[in-house]
């Protein structure tokens, strides 16, 4: 090279390999690729079967229109692609792909073998590309269709790899993706397996029953119908009732033109319609179609191709919002009274109440929950509890202003470092870390204590020093954190027998999550065995609240996948806080005393009584002396 010339044009396997790096991030989206070819190439039956979730094999087979031997040539060529030839092509995509870089960006970074065959030829072609190497080609016998075959993925990059997660969890992603697809083309079979063992094998049927086979007949029978035609625009499928709302978004699917989307906008227009029926934590179930005019959006904003731009957002957010409405309300889910202005920010209404207008008595209400918050001084309930400023107090030990209002605290964010910056806060520094809950408890106890709740939420607890507010949702998940994992470390018999079995069915990745997860639930006093019909539960633990068998169940496996994201603890350690999240009682129910005083009772019977499993605070104390110096008083 020249010195003058510096620029050059790189190697097309090098580009290839730039390009994997956005096309191919993980097994599944060569899965998500190889479908999409199939189902452009018409197949009406694709089967999946993958090994070690993928890393070491992905073999995908349909009986499509099959390549002939100069198609099957060009296939792994980047920009190779029969489904667009100009740049009109491009406005106007009815196909799943169109920028011909999937086989290209697979054949550099895993081995690729393409057996295909045409219907009208005698015989079929195998093709061997690999990185680096010159493709192979020979004449082989085959059914019409193709068959692709990807083994070792990531085996020349080495970082790419190591950066895969755990098989589980890419598992989890592939099967993610097969439900995708399943759902959206319910007129296609899909047999899908993982290694040995049979996923799912779903017919051709309708969305509906696609829906039952794949996610069970309990959620089926709570679906509601969608149907909104407008023009050029069709939005149909199915939402779920407020019943089977799920506390993760697992379960939620815009399909446009048949393809799977994500889009923040669409899905608050379904979370609106949703307003006041579903409790802010918890996310609807829902299966919606978009049928539109190809030439209004545009899908060619991301190699992946799952965000896609539309020329009219806002008329098809209303569309979408104004389908589920009439589909909830069609099914007399949202009741026809309304809490007039619908701000959430501000729940709460004066209203008077009392037997005569003389004798009347004003009450705080919940508009939402038409709970009554307080009958007798409506602003209380209103202002905000405020804890101390990390700084030194000002001179004068008097602040003005707003005070601060405990740090909100996002899930995943809290770490080590808030822990530390929050024990300063809110610990005696004279008092040794080690002892502060057999401290705190011998504090508790000295006192007649005085407990009450605050919103049915907050407990707050006079001690000898001053007051402590524990959350009693998350003090609970501390509490049975610590059994479950006793009970997995079988020193605790955690299991109680039920008296009717109850038969649940699992989804696809619950079902091997349930695999993985076997003797640890066992452990935790799961009792279960499969059946024909789905997984039968003969027992649970004890905190498991009766009716709730099977509930739990599927949270407590959702719950484990997404931490299994997250965190790094091990296994068993993710169950018992997945177990303790979803199983301890939730912010919101009333408690009486004697439960108040039994939760916090088990608090300090806890090994680590502060925090919850990930960190979250369980209590904040607050000193009298603390009350003193913010009233001025010096003491
Ligand atoms: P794209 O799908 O964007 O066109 P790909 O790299 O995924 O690009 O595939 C390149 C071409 O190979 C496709 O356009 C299609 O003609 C052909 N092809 C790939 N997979 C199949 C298949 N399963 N059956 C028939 N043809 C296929
Ligand atoms: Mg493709």
Known sequence: MSETQRIHILPEFIANQIAAGEVVQRP????????????????THITVLVRQAGKALIHVIDNGSGMSKEDVLLAPKRHATSKIRSAEDLMKIHTLGFRGEALASISSVAVLEICTRQASNEHGWKLMAEPLRDVSIEAIQQEPGTQIYVRNLFYNIPARRKFLRSDLTEFRHISDTMTRFALSYPSVRFTFHDGDSLIFDVRPQSQRERIRELFGEN?????????RDDESIRIHGYLGKPSIARSSRAQQFFFLNQRSIASKALSHAVYQAFEHLIDKSQHPLYVLNIDMDVSKIDVNVHPQKTEVKFDDERRLYTLVHEAALAALRNNSLIPEVHFGLQNSQAPFEKIAFGPTEAQNDMVLVNKMTGEIVDSHDPSSARTGFTVPERTSPPPGGFRTGAAL????????EWNAAHQTAFDALFHEPTLGDDHSSREAEARFAATDALIWQLHNKYIFVQTVEGLMIVDQHIAHERILYEKALSAMNNDYNYA?????????????????LMRELDAELSGLGYDFRTLDEGLEISGVPLDVKSGEEASSLHEILEQYAEYAVVRTASGR???AASFGCRAAIK???????????????????????????????VMIKMELKEFDRRFGRTS
């Open 496 to 512: 109680q027998k039920l008296l009717f079995p109850v038969v649940v069915h699992l989804t696809p990745s619950e079902d091997v």
């Open 573 to 575: 350690d993710n169950l």
């Open 587 to 617: 912010a919101g129910d009333p408690l009486s005393k004697p439960q108040m005083k039994k939760l916090i009772d088990d608090l300090f019977q806890c090994r680590t009584p502060e925090v919850c499993p990930h960190g979250r605070p």
């Open 405 to 412: 209002a405990p740090p909100p605290v996002p899930k995943a």
């Open 28 to 43: 599944e989206s060569v899965i998500k690729e190889l479908v999409e070819n199939s189902l452009d190439a018409g197949a």
């Open 219 to 227: 959620i089926e029978r709570e679906l509601v119908a969608v149907e």
